[in-house]
């Protein structure tokens, strides 16, 4: 396992969009169209036939966007653009035991604030302040980690 992590980005949250095959892909389009990067993205479940959608951009970004939210809800369908910065942003890379990582940053307090997961790659952003503490226990729990 390998890890990298970002330190200063945001998420933002597309509150209720219409769930419809291809929403999410408009989102992202619509970011990348922007010039923004997109680092990770998340759909939570819908209820109503509408659903969030988060995504982790850099930090500068999430303020570019927080200042244009209403414009860009208005582009992609949301209900609402919130955008939460303060946080960093931790890829886990070849992942053997999910389990472990999770359980180990639940057992630190560590609320997370997204999760991501393909295969293979966790990717969780957790609030910025916390992160060195993070770094330092992955060293002492796998060394040679980071």
Known sequence: MSVHYKERVAKVTFRSLRD???????VIQTLKGEGFTILAA????SVGGRGDFSVIVYESEGMEIRRRREEI???TGAREVVVVPGLAFIEFLNVLDLRGVLETLANMGINLEFIALTSGVLGVA???S????VLMLLEEEVPHVL
Do not use: K, M, Q
């Open 73 to 75: 809800a208005e582009r």
């Open 130 to 133: 916390l992160l060195e503490n």
């Open 42 to 45: 998340s759909f939570d479940s």
């Open 126 to 128: 957790i609030r910025r």
């Open 20 to 26: 419809r095959p291809g929403v999410a892909a408009d």
